[in-house]
């Protein structure tokens, strides 16, 4: 016994200096934008979350295909509606080689519902977490929730002590400016650590060496994220060999990189639709000219949504690369259909007659707020519109600048018209409404409220029969599509480019996974 | 400068610049580009039918045209468009209307500044003089592009951003203008301070002549060709500037371009395959530029052959 | 040093409310008040300031509105880098600016020196953003021989990155460093060319050729080394100018300097960063001035005589 130990021990120090020594490689990952804060629970933020996948991990997880398995619980079951219990691997050590048991996981949970959290409403189902032993974590919930797990795989799982130790019981206060330590360190349980942070210059992936898992390629010992701001600039070091991976690849130069001979581009349909948002609640537009609230009127949005030629966006803007869309989900979501997904006709002698039946054949004067380093080519489709509402007399005025300023402005409530794109991480219907439609949701900046839909989303939230649920779902949808309370644009197709031998699967909510990668 | 020369000076003035404008053909070449460039841009309306700058006027298909005389071109869109659909060619002229704008009057605002401190630092002397020259000093120190960042860094802090599209322009010739004056402010004090000394400013200011007739009836035209020279390569300096920080992003909106933001819309499209529109803007800028220091060039060395 | 102090110290407090830019809408008077109250903004103005003289003697600025750190971090990670590239394109500037100067100024009237003089001419035409552009294209892209952005592999000694230790490194300083330099070297030439011009017509150097001295020996060591100063002078002014250009070069290059920095935070409007970049660019403005006199000193033994029968 205790020689096969010892043998098992010498074995693998062999083969993990072996391995190291013989096939050091690294991935020289690149994209836009930067991670916002290595908390992971402080912003709710595509790039952030792709960064802190690499190096925490969540009780159940989302694999290659999209499908809810299990990550750091290894089974769970729900005892009654409202009780479920998690079983917890035993052979996870976090990567400062302390062991994972299911203190950390109830510590996380609840850091993650604590007030400068910005997953609080994420998991407000959640009333309450317990250990049961070392290995059992109890969930209870305040009402049935269907989409549980799905919630949960974004919920990362940090220790307790290194937490308390460093003073970041809570998470950072992201709104606040906060600076604390979890917000530039990390230390989770998952294949990679950080060991250098040098926020929009470089971080430096590590492979954990303490990573419970198995990585594809055992060669793949390090990832470098080197973001460029600038498309032309990140293409460039793509072609000179600089960079491995661009995750955000310009549309307009996957011909370029496609024909270079050491290169190759892969395409998929993003989760994510990118739409406009109209305040119809306001009385007063804050950036009008008319005195009132042109928005207010269904109408108006209609002749908006009518004189938007989502086709000429598709074939000029994006290259081809996007789905126009009829609603803000994509196929794979629960409650998505093709029916529901058709968009009103691209018609601007119908739009000109909307908007003078609804007093104002002159047109308004409205300013669009945009991103401009956030979705696919988001300012230029905003340009684009810019133009073809100017057709039907609406004189918009684009004002795009950089998303972390874009969204705390839109959540301060200073948008009349404005951009946005919404994936959906749980992959069901719920995560749209409960953020986007609901009265008073987070997200919902344009003041939609229809009791109909709010009624609908309690059935969705507390719902087990999946029929009526279901049901319930279609029917929301419905009502927003026919009071068009957002006007859809289309879905986005992302185009990963890499250089031939790196292989980097890609997926449709563009994290990458570097566990999965290798280099050949 | 003594006297005598100074009278030389003045009664071949008319004939020597006339002269050598005549026998340098690189002045000749440089003064006609610039003429060419400058009655096109602020032409532009009679000249081409497009309207860059009213979104409703395009038509997104037409983006990305190239050339007309390549394979997919449009004789209508002579040197192509760019990625909202418009003509290329009327783009560069507004554009290059706005950056002429905004260097003539960064120039000027800053000739007048300049030239105003230097007279009358010259003129009165004192700690006036003093502390005007210790702020050319210290100005001259920083440079044009920084100053500008940091007076449009402030400019939108302090107006409000519905403002800021607006009030864009006018910020960005105060920033620009405002690191070009001690030039002007050094020249100018330094002629004052031969000319203040001469028997004509001590008899005209016995017999009561005001200061202000004396510094500018007097003393002005004495300055007007090293202020020239000055000027010009100023203004060269000035709309590289401009496209610098529009470049950079923080000049002009894109909703009204100049040169600058065209090469930096455009530089997205360099590796696709649509050069012509970062190609085109920048050649013009640079052909700009480049004829507007060869006149400032061949005027430094007729007009002024002392000044460095 | 203490005005540019003040500028930014009003910049900091006066640009916008702080507590605007820190807080969210919900943030209720009181919550507002009692920020105010522990950042110390109801003290008088002249504590207030007295304490910023303080802190950014210390290095410390405040914390980032758009990174969320501590600015004196970000300050001394972008530092290295952004001096590195300035340094090395000061001594590309000067060294060939030098050179193509004198012969031009030797050489009144030749072909080459007509082309140096109308290269040099566009290449002050040439705003440096397109240069960047035009280098990345034909060397990264095209050519594919050098890096088109960052700083390669760096080196940590002590607080200090460099990237002069890693052929990676150091290609990855080319490109950025001749981009930058070549704004300067055409002003240097010109300067050289016009110092040596003057200098060559002077008595002494008349002389010198009636004694016999070799023609070489005329041109560098008796003109050239007088031609110096004002070249020194002048390049010690630009190693401003060149920190300012940074920002443009830094920017095409993605150089993570702090031209880098100051160019995202004018964009975001974020004071703190601004304001402690200010105070650095003040502090190196002052130093170069410094260091410009004492070699003065050095070079022009005019002035050490003056100076000493001053002193004496």
């Excluded at chain 1, 000219?289 to 994006?318: C, H, S, W």
Aim: net charge neutral.
């Amino acid at each position: 016994m205790k020689f096969n130990n010892l043998l098992k021990i010498l074995l693998t120090v062999l083969f993990v200096f072996a391995s190291t020594q013989t096939f050091a490689k690294t991935i020289k990952w690149s994209m836009q934008g930067d991670s916002l804060t290595l908390d992971p629970h402080a912003q709710n933020e595509g790039p952030t979350t792709q960064v802190s996948r690499q190096v925490y991990e969540a009780l159940v997880t989302r694999g290659l295909d999209m499908s809810i398995g299990p990550q750091l619980a290894t089974k769970w079951k729900a005892v009654d509606p409202n009780t479920w219990y998690f079983f917890l691997r035993e052979d996870v050590k976090f990567s400062n080689g302390q062991k994972m048991t299911s203190e950390d996981v109830v510590f996380s949970i609840l850091r993650a519902k604590q007030p400068t959290s910005d997953f609080k409403e994420y998991i407000s189902t959640i009333s309450g977490v317990k250990a049961i032993d070392a290995y059992t974590v109890q969930i209870k919930t305040s009402k049935p929730n269907p989409i549980l797990l799905n919630q949960l795989s974004n919920i990362f799982i940090m220790s307790k002590k290194w937490c308390h130790d460093n003073f970041a019981i809570v998470p950072q206060n992201w709104d606040a400016s906060q600076e604390t330590f979890s917000a530039v360190n990390a230390m989770g349980t998952g294949p990679f650590k950080i060991t250098l942070r040098e926020p929009n210059t470089k971080t430096v992936f590590k492979k954990n060496s303490k990573w419970w898992g198995e990585m594809k390629d055992k060669s793949v010992t390090e990832i470098h994220l080197l973001p460029i701001k600038n498309a032309a600039t990140r293409v460039a070091a793509l072609l000179s060999g600089e960079i491995d991976l661009v995750t955000d690849a310009p549309v307009q130069d996957l011909a370029r990189i496609g024909s270079s001979s050491g290169h190759k581009v892969e395409s998929t349909p993003q989760m994510r639709t990118i739409f406009l948002g109209m305040d119809q609640a306001a009385d007063k537009l804050r950036t009008g000219n008319t005195g009132d609230n042109p928005f207010k009127k269904k109408e108006v949005r209609q002749a908006l949504y009518q004189a938007i030629d989502i086709e000429a966006i598709k074939k000029k803007v994006m290259r081809g690369l996007s789905e126009p869309a009829g609603i803000i989900t994509f196929p794979g979501v629960t409650g998505y259909t093709t029916e529901l997904d058709k968009r009103l006709p691209y018609d601007v002698g119908a739009a000109k007659k909307l908007l003078a039946d609804a007093g104002y054949p002159n047109g308004f004067e409205v300013e669009l707020r945009c991103p401009n380093d956030r979705y696919v080519n988001d300012e230029a489709i905003c340009t684009a519109v810019v133009g073809m509402l100017g057709k039907i007399g609406v004189k918009v005025n684009l004002f795009a600048q950089t998303k972390s300023k874009h969204f705390k402005e839109l959540k301060d409530n200073q948008g009349d018209f404005y951009m946005l794109g919404w994936g959906v991480p749980t992959l069901d219907s719920h995560y749209v409404f409960h953020y986007l439609y609901e009265t008073g949701a987070s997200w919902n900046k344009v003041n939609f409220s229809n009791a109909d839909v709010d009624a609908a989303i309690r059935v969705m939230e507390g719902e087990v029969d999946l029929d009526k649920r279901n049901a319930a779902i279609a029917n929301a949808w419905k009502i927003v599509r026919d009071n068009i309370a957002y006007l859809p644009l289309h879905h986005q197709v992302i185009s990963w480019a890499s250089k031939s031998n790196v292989d980097v699967p890609i997926r449709p909510n563009n994290e990458p996974l570097f566990r999965f990668s290798s280099i050949n | 400068m003594d006297n005598k020369k100074l009278n030389v000076w003045d009664r071949i003035r008319d004939s020597d610049i006339y002269f050598s404008f005549i026998k340098s053909p690189t002045a000749i070449a440089s003064a006609i580009i610039l003429f060419i460039i400058l009655f096109c841009s602020f032409f532009v309306e009679f000249i081409t039918p497009y309207n860059p700058f009213d979104p409703s006027s395009l038509s997104l298909m037409d983006a990305f045209t190239p050339p007309s005389w390549t394979e997919d071109g449009v004789a209508k869109f002579i040197i192509g468009t760019d990625g909202q659909g418009r003509d290329m060619l009327s783009t560069i002229l507004y554009g290059s209307r706005i950056s002429l704008i905004v260097g003539f009057s960064a120039i000027i605002f800053s000739l007048v500044l300049g030239v105003g401190l230097g007279l009358t630092a010259g003129y009165f002397g004192g700690k006036y003089e003093m502390i005007v020259m210790r702020l050319t000093d210290v100005q001259l120190t920083v440079p044009s592009i920084l100053m500008a960042l940091l007076v449009d860094g402030i400019a939108r802090g302090i107006i409000s951003r519905e403002m800021h599209d607006e009030m864009a322009i006018y910020v960005l010739i105060f920033a620009i203008g405002i690191s070009e004056w001690p030039q002007f402010a050094r020249v100018s004090r330094a002629a004052t301070l031969v000319e203040k000394n001469k028997d004509y400013v001590s008899a005209s200011t016995i017999i009561g002549v005001s200061n202000f007739i004396i510094m500018f009836k007097h003393i002005l035209p004495n300055i007007t060709r090293p202020v020239l020279v000055i000027g010009t390569i100023g203004l060269a300096l000035a709309i590289l500037a401009e496209s610098t920080l529009s470049f950079l992003g923080v000049g002009v909106p894109p909703t009204t371009p100049s040169l600058g933001t065209l090469i930096r819309l455009g530089n997205d499209f360099l590796f696709s395959g649509e050069w012509w529109i970062t190609f085109f803007p920048a050649i013009f800028l640079v052909i700009l530029a480049f004829s507007i220091n060869l006149l400032g060039d061949w005027m430094r060395d007729t007009l002024n052959p002392k000044l460095n | 040093m203490l005005v540019v102090a003040f500028v930014s110290f009003s910049l900091f407090n006066f640009v916008g409310d702080p507590i605007n830019n820190m807080v969210g809408e919900e943030t209720s008077d009181e919550e507002r008040a009692e920020l105010r109250e522990t950042l110390g903004l109801t003290d008088p103005i002249h504590i207030q300031f007295s304490r910023f003289i303080v802190n950014a003697t210390k290095g410390e600025f405040g914390i980032s509105y758009q990174l969320r750190r501590p600015v004196s971090e970000l300050i001394s990670e972008r530092l290295p880098a952004t001096i590195e590239l300035v340094l090395i394109s000061a001594l590309i500037a000067l060294i060939s600016g030098t050179l193509l100067g004198v012969y031009t100024g030797i050489n009144r009237r030749g072909f080459l020196s007509d082309a140096i003089l109308a290269i040099s001419l566009l290449g002050v035409s040439l705003p440096t953003f397109v240069i960047g552009i035009l280098f990345i294209y034909l060397f990264s892209v095209i050519l594919g021989v050098l890096p088109s952005f960052g700083r390669g592999e760096v080196v940590n000694i002590g607080y200090w990155s460099t990237g002069f230790l890693t052929s990676s490194g150091l290609k990855a300083i080319i490109l950025p460093a001749v981009t930058l330099s070549l704004f300067q070297m055409t002003y240097i030439i010109r300067l050289v060319r016009a110092e040596m011009m003057e200098i060559l017509q002077t008595d002494y150097i008349k002389f010198a050729r009636a004694r016999g001295i070799k023609e070489k020996s005329i041109h560098y060591k008796h003109a050239l080394k007088n031609g110096l100063i004002p070249v020194i002078t002048i390049a010690g002014i630009n190693i401003g100018t060149l920190i300012a250009f940074s920002i443009i070069t830094e920017t095409v290059f993605q150089w993570p300097g702090m031209g880098f920095l100051f160019i995202q935070a004018v964009q975001f409007v974020d004071i703190p960063i601004m304001s402690a970049y200010l105070v650095f660019i003040a502090f190196v403005f002052v130093m170069i001035n410094f260091i410009v006199d004492i070699l003065y000193y050095f070079i022009d033994p005019r002035i050490r005589v003056k100076a000493e029968s001053a002193s004496g």
